[in-house]
């Protein structure tokens, strides 16, 4: 029972920031583009993550919070963040990349990986 509650925890929380940017984008004019509303969202979640606001949405929602775009912003801001406590100011242009580093590696050779098997043209 409790894995059925903190799947629809994540369902709900996903969808709902799923939801969100599908109202941009049937809301808005042309001029903001798809891009925007994914920069905005990492961007956002930077800054909410920065306020310490969007932790407590992680720990009540999990992958919920994590896998959108949102949380891939909050991951940047949590690595600056515990960089520039143990390095100071070079924390700043180093914690963010170090703490994303492996999701970055894994989609870079997953990529890669289904490249090679097919053969895309273009």
């Known amino acids: 029972m409790e894995l059925i509650v903190a799947l629809l925890k994540a369902f ?25 509303i994914l ?15 969007y932790q407590p949405i992680v720990d009540f ?3 919920g919070a994590t896998i959108p775009l949102s949380g891939f912003g909050h991951l940047l801001m949590q690595g600056v963040i515990e960089a520039v406590g143990e390095e100071g100011l070079k924390g ?3 914690g963010g990349l170090t703490a994303a580093s492996m999701g970055i590696t894994v ?8 490249a090679l098997i097919f053969q895309p043209k273009g």
Do not use: D, K, N, W
């Open 92 to 94: 700043v242009f180093t």
């Open 107 to 114: 989609a870079m050779l997953m990529g890669f990986t289904m």
């Open 61 to 63: 929602a999990g992958a």
């Open 12 to 36: 709900v929380v996903g969808g709902c920031i799923c939801v969100i940017a599908q109202l941009f984008i049937e809301l808005t004019p042309y001029s903001i583009t798809p891009a925007h």
């Open 39 to 53: 920069v905005g969202y990492v961007v956002s979640g930077a800054v909410i993550s920065a306020l310490g606001l």
